[in-house]
């Protein structure tokens, strides 16, 4: 059986709250007796999980530190496919999909989930080549977001996307040399968000795909922002206009 590190008091608490029949197991750090701690504990004893209380040595060697504490030993739970994402937009009167073009960074992953997550998006994109997986670092970056949002991986991006459109959504892509701002552009109704990978930006194909590009308007010296940045001031744009 195939099993994953989930570390981090919100990961594990998103764990044991939305997929507590995962956790196989749960290490907790020795002395660690707080308020945030304790209802997880007790959540899991009262679930049938095992709970092993360790050293801090113990943890760190687990997982290389940043760990607040606790792991939670869970069941590798596969990513969603293009069926999956099918059924998503099918359940939605205006679905709200971002898609990630060969986003590679765990950390940018997981900080572009949560963000998803708190914008109300249905569902995440991204091609299972070249693209970070749902990872340990991920799960504990996006705080419990990598367990309420769904995350789909595909096999041909420019033919999801053209999918997406034939379903019925605006494919809007980011690109700084376009003309048009995100504050100018309509997204108001079932719509799909792609965004290019760190430093690279969108692939020639799925630049080509997309009813529409737009930019964030950039006012300093810089020439781009951080993917998970980007994502964010795009979908809560979007969620502006949605409200």
Request: proline share 3%; with cysteine; glycine share 8%.
């Amino acid at each position: 059986m195939n099993a994953d590190l989930v570390f981090g008091i919100h990961a594990v608490g998103a764990l044991l709250q939305r997929a507590p029949q995962d956790v196989l197991e749960m290490f907790v750090m020795k002395d660690r007796d707080d308020k945030r701690m304790q209802p997880l504990i007790q959540q899991a004893r009262q679930g049938g999980i095992s709970v092993q209380f360790c050293n801090r040595k113990t943890l760190d060697d687990m997982v290389g530190g940043q760990h607040q504490g606790i792991i939670a030993k869970a069941r590798l739970q596969s990513s969603g496919s293009e069926a999956d994402l099918a059924a998503i937009v099918a359940q939605h009167d205006k679905p709200f999909i971002l898609v990630l073009d060969g986003v590679t960074d765990p950390h940018n992953l997981g900080a572009i989930l949560r963000s998803a997550d708190a914008a109300g998006v249905h569902a995440v994109v991204s091609p299972k080549d070249r693209s970070v997986k749902l990872t340990s670092v991920v799960r504990k970056v996006a705080c419990g977001a990598a367990e309420s949002v769904p995350f789909i991986t595909i096999t041909n991006l420019a033919r999801t996307l053209r999918e997406l459109q034939d379903a019925g959504l605006w494919v809007v892509g980011t690109a700084g040399e376009t003309e048009t701002t995100i504050y100018q552009a309509d997204f108001k109704g079932p719509l799909a968000i792609v965004l290019g990978a760190e430093g690279e930006g969108l692939r020639r194909l799925t630049r080509e795909t997309c009813d529409s590009l737009v930019k964030i308007p950039m006012f300093g010296t810089v020439s781009s922002l951080n993917v998970s940045v980007a994502a964010g001031i795009c979908l809560f744009e979007a969620v502006r206009q949605r409200s």
